[in-house]
């Protein structure tokens, strides 16, 4: 294979990836997200937030707090990011805001059951353990060492967001359906995955346009590879369409309402929608499958869209738009350039180093899962199955815990989005330390594995916890002293 084979050979791999990375995961998942930041920013006073996760408030508070909003969703790291944001805009401490970005992709209640269920119990208790305390113990470092920064943003959001009185309950409605519309999208259970019904169209062809594009994208899940469906093909139509016309109607919404402004949220909707139903292509048609996900979001969206139209002002509705088209530019075109650079790389790496990378429990072996996990980025819980093949092909449980923990934080698209949200500096630094403590708690999890009793490896735990304690109470100490 000469270079200019090999080199449009990855150019198609990433934009393989792409386009599977928007049709299976960006409608039901980031654009619930988008809103949902954008409702936080326009509809919730500073205080709600800071009352929680403020930069002032106890830590026995805001970092559990953090920790458990964080529990609850089952989301992608790259549907994190977005809320990251939002909360981290309204008043929320850096602190609690990393410890929520850390905590939400790496432990939720569902990734660990998933965990529990194809791998084990005890790694999903560990990855439970080490996640919440290294979680809380990355977002205190990092509330130490940019002290500064945080006061400054703290005092910039005051200023911003001032005077703002209580959250009307329309506002808190809509954010409860916001999320529901996510939970309905990307929750894997039963009453939301059953067909309750199907419908038959007569459309012909699709079948045959489904087997190209598999050919054309193979679904390869060793690497990750999703594939493109006809419905997928379809979904990425129309997310070009609700661009175009967000652009047209929201870019300029305060010169007012236009067209093209109702036509984005008409074109969000049915987009939603025909994303939530199953679709079966066949010889002599198309199976429509109505599923609980379908009823869940239409039975949102309709709620959503009479709050919207009968309990908001113009105003709220002008700002809530904005807020969320303002991070739709902020993000996701970072989103886009790091998807694609994630299939561009899978196709260097082979699953085969894995064995000799990572098949003992070293520090390097561990360290390696954490690096693979910044390349070999997988949604949430797809990580699980892939993590179960990483076992079958000679990884050693140590590294795949450290694996599964930093593959939703350190994935390359999630440090370009969360470096445009607080700064290269940050993001490093953030990066730096996930990296460390994943490889550390693989290690230890390894070494129980490998035959060390749990009360010596708890001894190690307690005495890392302790040292990491005392450097940070000496060092806010001293800068109490010095000022």
């Not at 409608?27 to 809103?35: E, G, K, N, S």
């Not at 410890?99 to 939720?108: H, I, R, V, Y």
């Not at 002008?318 to 989103?335: A, D, G, H």
């Not at 899978?346 to 180093?353: M, T, V």
Request: proline letters at 4%; a neutral charge.
């Amino acid at each position: 294979m000469d270079i200019l084979s090999f080199s449009l050979h990855l150019f198609f791999s990433g934009l393989g990836n792409l386009a599977s990375y928007l049709a299976a995961h960006v409608l039901l998942c980031l654009l619930p997200a988008f809103y949902i930041a954008g409702a936080m920013t326009a509809l919730i006073p500073k205080e709600i937030i800071t009352r929680f996760l403020g930069r002032n408030r106890p830590k026995y508070i805001s970092y559990p707090a953090a920790a458990l909003a964080g529990s609850v969703l089952a989301v992608c790291s790259c549907t994190i990011v977005p809320l990251f944001a939002g909360i981290y805009k309204k008043g929320a401490g850096l602190g609690p805001a990393i410890t929520f970005l850390f905590f939400a992709p790496a432990a939720n209640i569902l990734a660990l059951i998933y965990t529990g269920g194809i791998i084990g119990v005890d790694l999903a208790f560990a990855r439970l353990l080490l996640s919440l305390t290294f979680g809380i113990g990355i977002g205190l470092i990092m509330a130490l060492i940019f002290r500064q920064s945080d006061k400054e943003h703290d005092e910039a959001t005051d200023a911003l967001f001032a005077g703002q009185g209580r959250m009307p309950p329309s506002a808190l409605i809509f954010l409860l359906l916001l999320i529901a519309l996510l939970l309905a999208g990307t929750l894997k259970v039963s009453l939301l995955t059953d067909v309750y019904a199907t419908l038959t169209l007569p459309v012909s062809g699709l079948d045959s346009l489904q087997n190209y594009l598999f050919q054309l994208i193979p679904f390869d899940p060793a690497r990750g590879g999703e594939g493109v469906s006809a419905q997928g093909v379809f979904l990425i139509m129309l997310l070009l369409l609700i661009g175009f016309a967000s652009w047209k109607g929201i870019e300029t919404i305060f010169d007012g309402f236009n067209r093209w402004t109702w036509t984005s949220l008409i074109l969000l909707s049915i987009t939603l929608l025909v994303a939530a139903v199953g679709m079966r292509p066949h010889a002599t048609g198309l199976d429509i499958l109505i599923n609980g996900k379908s009823i869940g979001v239409l039975i949102s969206l309709l709620l959503l869209g009479w709050i919207l139209k009968t309990r908001f002002t113009e105003d709220q509705v002008r700002e809530l738009l904005w807020e969320s088209w303002k991070f739709v530019k902020q993000i996701f075109p970072l989103l886009v350039i790091g998807v694609f650079l994630v299939g561009v790389i899978r196709e260097l790496i082979q699953p085969e180093w894995i064995e000799a990378l990572a098949g003992q429990n070293t520090l390097t072996g561990n360290l390696a899962g954490v690096i693979f996990g910044v390349f070999m980025y997988f949604p949430t819980l797809v990580e699980v199955p892939i993590a179960q093949m990483f076992l079958s092909l000679g990884m050693h449980r140590g590294p795949l815990l450290a694996y599964l923990m930093a593959d939703p934080e350190l994935s390359l698209q999630s440090i370009l989005i969360t470096a445009a949200i607080i700064g290269y500096l940050k993001t490093w630094t953030y990066v730096a330390w996930v990296a460390l403590f994943s490889t550390l708690a693989g290690y230890l999890y390894g070494i129980w594995i490998d035959g060390t009793s749990a009360g010596v490896v708890l001894v190690y735990l307690l005495i890392f916890l302790g040292l990491l304690s005392g450097t940070l109470w000496l060092s806010n100490r001293q800068r109490k002293d010095s000022t």
